[in-house]
C-alpha cells in the first residue's frame, strides 16, 4: 500500500527567504513521486516529478525536491519565496504496482503564505 | 494548444438527483482520470478510463459511474446525489501504456454543490 504524509498544512514565509515544504511516503516499491501547485480558482499544475533518473529533480519557477530513499521523504524547496508563490501544494505518490499505477494519491496539502 | 477543459464550471444540484460532468483531455493524450477534491483536503481518485474502458478505481461506491468517447473524451455520472459529493471534480488526462511515469495534466474542475 502506498501513503504519503505532508507534514506541514499551514507554512508562513517572507518574501526573498527560503521556502520549505516537507513531504514523507510509504511504499513497498520505489515510487514516482510528483508535486502539484494550485493557485486559488485554478487547475492543479506540475511543479516537478521523480522518475529515479536523479535524486535531485528540478522543477518550474526555481522550485526543486530531493528524493531520499533512506529517510522516504521528498521535500520541496525554493531559495528565495515570491510573492506569487502564495497558493496550496500537494506532494503526490504514484504507485509501480500493476494493478495500481496511475492512481496518483494526494497528500494533504500544505497552505503557502507569502509576506512582504 | 489547449489543456484539459472541463464543463460545466458550476453546478447547483439537490439531493437525490443525477449529475454529469464532462472533460476534453490534453490534445495527444489518450487517458482521462477522475479526482474528488473535497474543501479543505487533496483530491481523491475517482477511476480512470483508457481505450473506452475503466482500468483502475477508487474507493468510490458505484452511484460513480463513468464513460470514455472515442475521441478520448470522458464523462463523469453521478446517480443519487448525497450533501457529502458537494466537491470539486477534477479531470486529469494522460499518456497511456503502463508507466506510473506519465505526470498527469488537470483541468480547472467542476464545482458541484448539493442542496
Known amino acids: 500500500a502506498q501513503s504519503v504524509t505532508q507534514l506541514d498544512s499551514h507554512v508562513s514565509v517572507s518574501e526573498g527567504t527560503p521556502v520549505l515544504l516537507r513531504c514523507n511516503y510509504s511504499?513497498?516499491?520505489?515510487?514516482?513521486l510528483f508535486w502539484y501547485v494550485q493557485h486559488p480558482n485554478k487547475g492543479l499544475q506540475l511543479l516537478l516529478k521523480y522518475t529515479s533518473a536523479a535524486t535531485l529533480v528540478k522543477g518550474i519557477n526555481g522550485f526543486e525536491a530531493e528524493f531520499k530513499k533512506s529517510e522516504t521523504s521528498f521535500h520541496l524547496t525554493k531559495p528565495s519565496a515570491h510573492m506569487s508563490d502564495a497558493a496550496e501544494y500537494f506532494c503526490v505518490v504514484s504507485p509501480m504496482t500493476t494493478d495500481s499505477w496511475g492512481k496518483f494519491q494526494f497528500g494533504a496539502g500544505t497552505q503557502v503564505v507569502v509576506t512582504p | 494548444d489547449a489543456g484539459v477543459t472541463q464543463s460545466p464550471t458550476h453546478l447547483i444540484k439537490t439531493r437525490g438527483q443525477q449529475v454529469t460532468l464532462r472533460c476534453s483531455p490534453k490534445?495527444?493524450?489518450?487517458?482521462v482520470s477522475w479526482y474528488q477534491q473535497a474543501l479543505g483536503q487533496g483530491p481523491q481518485f475517482i477511476f480512470q478510463?483508457?481505450?473506452?474502458?475503466?482500468?483502475q478505481r477508487g474507493n468510490f461506491p458505484d452511484r460513480f459511474s463513468g464513460h470514455q468517447f472515442p475521441n478520448y473524451s470522458s464523462e463523469l455520472n453521478v446517480n443519487a446525489l448525497l450533501l457529502g459529493d458537494s466537491a470539486l471534480y477534477l479531470c486529469a488526462s494522460s499518456l497511456g501504456g503502463r508507466s506510473s511515469y506519465n505526470e498527469q495534466f488537470f483541468g480547472p474542475g467542476t464545482r458541484l454543490t448539493v442542496l
Open positions: 511504499s513497498s516499491y520505489s515510487p514516482s
Open positions: 478510463y483508457y481505450e473506452e474502458e475503466e482500468r
Open positions: 490534445s495527444g493524450h489518450d487517458t
